[in-house]
């Protein structure tokens, strides 16, 4: 009886070790996507929407060899997989549970908001209106010094339409407007830009890939101190409102998201390289600049991905340094979606707060994030 035992003890420990050692194997190909472009090797960054499991995952088998099991040299594995792929995992989560989180605006600050609008209720079927409404009120109570807005709309030609007055007159200077996109024959969906602080150098660069734009000018934010801000809208993975619909029918009746569907494999794999070229040209552009970056917008990419890696480059992560747990900001699909960014320079900007509320007037949450200048 004894040696039944002893045998189905040792089973069990060996194939706990072997699931480890995948384990480790699968938070290398990670890890690898994070620096390896999808333009090269094709399905690898398919990984990178795991991240976040795998970390727990590791951090798991590390808790189970020290205090389950007598094998505790074990833990190793996961532990030096944790510490080799640092730079990677550590992009995923917000630590930061103690300290100030400092959003009141003051001299010598400026507050940021990125918001994907989703055009500002026009795809809403019943009371689009009521949420354009709900979304104006909450720009003018944040009072931004500069608000980028991904997936703004005009109608027509006319881009002062149909809110843009009215936003101005929340004490903004400027406005600038640039569409990507089309719905219908009569709506024009871009990015705005809306400032308190005068910009120059305002320019528009093309990505060379689709419709997809980087608006960039040039901020006085002190004098004789100018920062360059880049505001992105990155190439999605294209899905269809079915497609969100099929994943989340999926999800409620257990069943997970279908990765075998070559459709989706399909889907994910070329919207990946799509993004890998643009956050490559981006790059390039944040290399050259005269003056320190900020960066912010949808860049429809985790952290820890080879886009967010690449873009992000030496710049710092908002989240990262006031934000708490995953700091989801796309409602749908998924809790671990944060796909929208802010990257900026520590020697230029020090960061005081962070707010990404969970609101639904729109796909996508705001990122709101309150500066000093230095």
């Known amino acids: 009886m004894k040696t039944k035992e002893s045998l189905l003890r040792r089973l069990f420990s060996h194939t706990i070790l072997i699931l480890n050692l995948l384990l480790v194997l699968w938070s290398a190909l990670c890890y690898t996507a994070a620096y390896v472009s999808p333009v090269k090797v094709k399905y690898l960054a398919i990984t990178n929407l795991t991240l976040p499991f795998v970390i727990a995952a590791n951090i798991c088998f590390i808790f189970f060899w020290l205090l389950f099991s007598n094998k505790k040299l074990r833990s190793i594995c996961s532990i030096l997989t944790l510490v080799l792929g640092y730079k990677v995992f550590i992009t995923v989560f917000g630590l930061n549970f103690s300290g100030t989180n400092d959003m009141i605006q003051q001299p010598g600050t400026i507050k940021i908001m990125s918001w994907n609008v989703h055009g500002l209720g026009i795809f809403e079927k019943h009371d689009g209106k009521q949420v354009a409404e709900k979304m104006l009120a909450f720009i003018k109570k944040e009072d931004a010094d500069i608000v980028c807005m991904p997936e703004y709309y005009t109608p027509g030609n006319d881009s002062m339409r149909p809110y843009a007055k009215r936003i101005l007159a929340y004490g903004y200077s400027t406005y600038k407007f640039c569409f990507d996109n089309k719905v219908g024959s009569d709506i024009y969906m871009g990015t705005a830009i809306f400032s308190k602080y005068p910009i120059e150098n305002y320019a528009v660069r093309h990505l060379g890939t689709e419709w997809i734009n980087v608006l960039q000018c040039d901020v006085k934010i002190k004098e004789g101190k100018k920062m360059r801000v880049f505001f992105l809208h990155m190439h999605s993975f294209g899905f269809s409102d079915y497609d969100k619909y099929y994943i989340e029918e999926l999800k409620k009746n257990g069943l997970g998201i279908p990765m075998h569907s070559s459709m989706f494999l399909w889907k994910f794999n070329y919207a990946y390289s799509v993004r890998a070229a643009e956050?490559?040209?981006?790059?390039?552009?944040?290399?050259?600049?005269?003056?320190?970056?900020?960066?912010?917008?949808?860049?429809?990419?985790?952290?820890?991905?080879?886009?967010?890696?690449?873009?992000?480059?030496?710049?710092?992560?908002?989240?990262?340094?006031?934000?708490?747990?995953?700091?989801?900001?796309?409602?749908?699909?998924?809790?671990?979606?944060?796909?929208?960014?802010?990257?900026?320079?520590?020697?230029?900007?020090?960061?005081?707060?962070?707010?990404?509320?969970?609101?639904?007037?729109?796909?996508?949450?705001?990122?709101?994030?309150?500066?000093?200048?230095?």
Not at 312 to 332: C, M, P, Q, S, Y
């Open 279 to 374: 956050a490559d040209t981006v790059a390039d552009m944040i290399r050259n600049s005269p003056y320190p970056v900020l960066v912010c917008g949808d860049l429809n990419d985790l952290p820890g991905s080879y886009t967010y890696m690449k873009i992000r480059g030496d710049l710092n992560d908002a989240f990262l340094d006031k934000g708490k747990w995953i700091g989801r900001t796309f409602n749908e699909l998924s809790p671990t979606l944060r796909i929208d960014h802010m990257f900026y320079n520590p020697a230029t900007l020090q960061i005081m707060g962070y707010r990404c509320p969970p609101i639904s007037l729109s796909d996508h949450r705001p990122v709101i994030v309150n500066f000093k200048v230095l």
